[in-house]
């Protein structure tokens, strides 16, 4: 892993596996990218889905499960100003699920830093072009992750052509 960045917007090395959300929390809710699947830890329950039940998706919205319009909601970006908005906010992974068919939603506490916006955009660009390469289960692979982000923030590419270009060598890899 030695092109790996340390974080991509909400996603993050924790030390030892990839986390989505804020993992500090002693009460919080958290992703954690296995090799196994997707694991979801909140306050009340634990859960795997194993990468191959994940057939669409997986996107993500920040500040509200359901934003109007985008990725974003009123208190997506509130969440990393300085003062009593520091920390507060989710984020949620949506997806659908196959055996049985279903949609559904993860959430994740926001970490207390500011996502930058370039890096959100990275974020969701990763998540987008891995499944509709169908190749979610790339995510366990904790070498690969770190590769993307590497490779992502290294080039910081802005324009749709060149995501689309950077994703497709990362695709390959």
Known sequence: MSDMGTSLGPLEWSGDRWTVGDYSRPYGDWLV???????????TEELLIPWSRIMLGPRF???????KSGNYGPMAMLGGLPGPWKGIGRGYLHMTLRHPYEDRVVAFNRHPRWYDMTELALFGALLAHTGHAKKVHKFGDADWVGHAIGQLLRQRPRKLREIERVMDEILQA
């Open 33 to 43: 990218f296995r090799a196994d699947g997707l694991y979801q830890r909140t306050r």
């Open 61 to 67: 919205t920040l500040g509200e499960k359901h934003p």
